[in-house]
């Protein structure tokens, strides 16, 4: 408790001082923030997993949040001291069109659901509400699909009506990266990485939609079932 009320306390003051929840709306110019929560809780769980409150592990929550904390402090640096809007998307279930496809889709990955504990879902949520944040589900989808609506929207938006959306990612997610195939969006990622467009060209040496073809060479048949 101590911990969720000090952490209130300063997602209040650096995110959101009046606290309302936010209406995501791309019609007007901003910066958006958008977290893959899953991806985010699962490296934090992994990396402290000796943090704990009477036997609950915590280490997930705190990391997330940490994290979250850290990337809006580097947003605000890269867009002359503007608070981004902050969204949190969420596994909606899993994806019902990629398990039609194939049954087994993501059946070997280890431990079972994202989180540690179930009510952890409530206790982010809760927090995010409090912060003024928003909490986006996909029913039947997963938190990439939701990711990349936000993100082909805005910049569908910023082609078509000129406005000045920038959307960054938090995610390791490798996927998220073909995100970058649009100008406005940008990935943050472990280290302070940050990934842009001419960053991914530059890394990678090939365009975006060769994304697919490119890791379905590379890797083994196993992964690449039913795409």
């Not at 949190?88 to 496809?101: D, H, I, K, N, V």
Request: hydrophobic share 40%; proline share 3%.
């Amino acid at each position: 408790a101590d911990l969720a009320r000090e952490w209130l306390v300063r997602l209040r003051e650096q995110w959101h001082p009046k606290t309302k929840p936010y209406a995501a709306s791309l019609t007007q110019d901003q910066v958006l923030l958008v977290v893959d929560v899953a991806n985010t809780y699962a490296r934090a769980a992994y990396r402290m997993p000796e943090l704990a409150h009477y036997g609950r592990p915590t280490g997930g929550i705190f990391g997330l949040f940490q994290s979250v904390d850290t990337a809006c402090k580097m947003v605000r640096n890269l867009e002359d001291g503007k608070q981004p809007d902050v969204l949190f998307a969420y596994e909606g279930g899993g994806s019902a069109r990629r398990q039609m496809l194939l049954p087994e889709y993501k059946s070997a990955r280890a431990g079972g659901t994202w989180l540690q504990n179930d009510d952890d879902v409530a206790y982010i949520e809760a927090m995010a509400f409090e912060s003024g944040v928003t909490s986006v589900h996909m029913p039947g989808g997963e938190a990439d699909d939701v990711i990349a609506w936000i993100s082909n929207n805005a910049a569908e938006i910023v082609k078509a009506h000129h406005r000045n959306i920038k959307v960054y990612v938090l995610s390791n997610d490798k996927d998220m990266l073909r995100l970058t195939r649009h100008d406005n969006v940008a990935v943050l990622r472990s280290g302070g990485e940050i990934v842009r467009r001419q960053d991914f060209l530059h890394k990678y040496r090939y365009e975006h939609e060769y994304d697919i073809l490119v890791k379905a060479l590379a890797r083994g048949d196993d992964d690449w079932k039913g795409i």
